[in-house]
């Protein structure tokens, strides 16, 4: 079989991309959650605030830490795999990743190094000062990385020059007609996929009877922030759907499965198989008009369709309608999570109704595979083109030997899914153990400086008597 | 046109900033890892990966912001050199995933400690080789008719030496920076190994230095035509200067271990700056040798160039920020000032 270079490369980039997303998806929303819970411990005094920000630390650093190593490979693959592309956008996207490591990056790897280790070195109101950098640098990094996406979804601002773009106004460029729509999608998107990790955690350790005061904090203050944001992101959806028919009409076809040239009084397809040979779909279960009401707010309101332009430059239409499908299907599940759980907690029987707790402990990766399906419909629903309408991804691969590219996707493939399982076990690891007791938190917050240092990291040594490897049982680094 | 040119020189002189921070910075905490295979105790692994933990992850950002401002400042050097080197880039990617992550999961592990200290330390290592095979091929110049990314130009003997001379260069930064954050005879050792590391790096220099201009007309009329090598002879001697006091301040720390009297402080902290310095000098050397060039004789700073538009879009972000940057980055460094303490402290 001959090796297709442009397809490997495409390959890996979404292979190495799609593992990326999902760490920053939990750590953006996770950073925020523990700045909440840190800002309400220094408001209150409540230490049950400062247990929940002290066990969810724990898998924030190992979720960024994951975010960090996979995020560099891509800053890199953009000129290793796209070397054309680079060389033809850099103008435009390099200076918008620029100021995402200027403005982002540096501030989020500055503080949380005190995040993480600075609890006995700064005060109270210093840390939760880092704390909450780090969970701002969380969102303006995903400023910036929207902005540059969404350029080349909507791409406006720019002349071409000689086969290179250069940009004639740089506001136009950032905010591009999808990217605020974009944000604040991706942004609730990473909120509420981390609210769902936290909630079904929660949700487990109630289920098992274990930690019940802080299972029942946790799920409470989780369950009323889905409750929010999970409407109010079908909302921002529903306005980027419009967006989306408004400035990519056929990545709105391949989502909705729309083939005539144009179709009044759409219906909505909640099932259906798309078939890009025949140009129609088979096995349709569909409300009539509903499509046609939601996107143009009249029952027999126009949509454009696939076959408006040719099959050269139509997506793969299955994948783009089954991820939409995905999406939308687990967003309406988490909203009938958080309106039954408002129920229940009304009710008055929200912690003990096991039927309920039992299925929202599965839902921790929920958030998830929506995040990725969503970016799934985004990104194959754009192709052929990377910059859309203006060039094509097929046209600036690098010219590497397809066996080189093999080569790295492998290693990429082997490296990350041993990674992944890594991760899930440690998860798994930390989650088991549960949280500090309360007055422990008390005793660790003692400061480096203070007198009662010594006699508190004694105590910690005879906790940990039973590992052997202890490092202060060297004598002579300890002196 | 005059505009123009400074500009871009500013960028280019950034950039240079960006890759010395980053040698420096991701160096002494690659150079940990390095340095592992020597250290045997569990207790010395601890404190190696401790005295790192808390700034790893911004020294490594340093090597996103030479990317990006690569990417952004010189889009068409940043493509050339990317696909070309593709490669080495990819191996040091997974170097660093499976090093970073051994931060997060060695501390948190039981039965795999003995797996995350081997990716730690083959990790950094692979990392640090595959930087200096990329410096090495840089120096030496891919070939001239045209970018061609099939060919294995970066494997070279003069190259597999840069790689290895990079990883040496890094442990003298480890061990420096081991002198001055910790103790006892780990600190002994460390002083120890750094002697002999400011041997070995001074030896690679100095061959890396005659391997250059042996191979490479260019850089040899660049060093010792006309009366360049008059005003340019500070450098090796000012190295030559460094490297005698590193390696005196190592030998007293040392003979303090072997007498059982107190260090001196100044003597622990001196040999880190040294050691920079070492590196700044072999920088300032690297520059003389390839500038114009981002890919040598082939293409230059100026014709690499992003447009006006971008260069001058970046200005205000990089005057505000970077100084800030600075700021927040030692502010991070003095909170930790001082020994590091075995104590369980963290999240």
Known sequence: MELDVSILSRLQFAFTVSFHIIFPSITIGLATLIAIWEGLWLKTGNPQYLQLAKFWIKPFAITFGMGVVSGIVLSYEFGTNFSKFSEMAGAVIGPLMAYEVLTAFFLEAGFLGVMLFGWQRVSARMHFFATVTVAVGTWISAFWIIAANSWMQTPQGHQFVDGKFEVVSWMEVIFNPSMPYRFFHMLLAAFITATFVVMATHAWYLRKGQHIDFGRKGLSMTLWIALVLTPLQAWVGDLHGLNVKEHQPVKLAAMEGIWAPTEANVPLLLFALPDMKAEKNHYEVAVPGLASLILTHSWDGELQGLKSVPAADRPNVPMVFFSFRVMVGIGMLMIGVALLGAYLRWRGTLYQSNWFLWPVSFMAPTGIIAVLAGWYVVEIGRQPWIIYGLVRTSEVVSPLPAERVLFSLTLFVLTYSLLFAVYLYFMRKLIKKGPAPVDHLQQQRIGVKASGYALSFTKTLATDAETSNSPATDPKGAN | ?347
């Open chain 2, 1 to 347: 046109m005059e505009l123009e040119l400074s500009v871009s020189l500013f960028y280019l002189l950034l950039l240079g900033f960006a890759i010395l921070m980053y040698v420096l910075l991701d160096g002494f905490d690659l150079g940990m890892g390095i340095l592992y295979p020597w250290f045997n105790s569990d207790a010395e692994h601890d404190h190696l990966m401790r005295s790192v933990a808390h700034v790893w992850d911004g020294n490594e950002t340093w090597l996103v912001f030479g990317g990006v401002i690569l990417f952004g400042a010189f889009p068409a050097a940043y493509a050339a050199i990317a696909s070309t080197f593709y490669l080495p880039i990819v191996l040091m990617l997974i170097g660093l995933i499976f090093r970073g992550v051994a931060f997060e999961y060695r501390f948190k592990s039981d039965t795999s400690k003995k797996y995350w200290n081997s990716a730690f330390a083959i990790g950094s290592s692979l990392a640090a080789f595959c930087q200096g095979l990329m410096l090495g091929t840089l120096v030496q110049g891919v070939p001239t008719d045209f970018i061609d990314q099939s060919s294995f130009s970066w494997l070279s003997p003069f190259s597999l030496f840069c790689g290895l001379a990079v990883m040496a260069g890094y442990a003298l930064l480890a061990c420096c920076y081991l002198v001055m954050k910790s103790r006892g005879e780990l600190q002994h050792k460390a002083a120890r190994y750094g002697q002999r590391l400011v041997l070995i790096v001074m030896l690679s220099m100095l061959l890396v230095s005659l391997w250059t201009v042996w191979i490479e007309p260019e850089i040899r009329v660049r060093w010792f035509g006309g009366w360049h090598a008059l005003w340019l002879i500070p450098l090796p001697l000012l190295s030559v200067l460094a490297a005698r006091l590193l390696f005196r301040d190592l030998g007293r720390v040392n003979r303090s271990h072997k007498a059982e009297t107190a260090v001196q402080e100044r003597h622990e902290e001196r040999p880190f700056w040294l050691a920079s310095g070492l590196f700044l000098l072999a920088f300032v050397g690297l520059l003389v040798s390839v500038f114009p060039y981002l890919l040598p004789r082939q293409l230059t700073y100026l014709e690499a160039a992003a447009p006006d538009s971008s260069l001058m879009f970046m200005l205000p972000g990089i005057f505000i920020f970077l100084p800030l940057i600075c700021a927040y980055t030692l502010w991070g460094y003095k909170i930790f000032a001082g020994k590091i303490e075995d104590y369980q402290e963290g999240y």
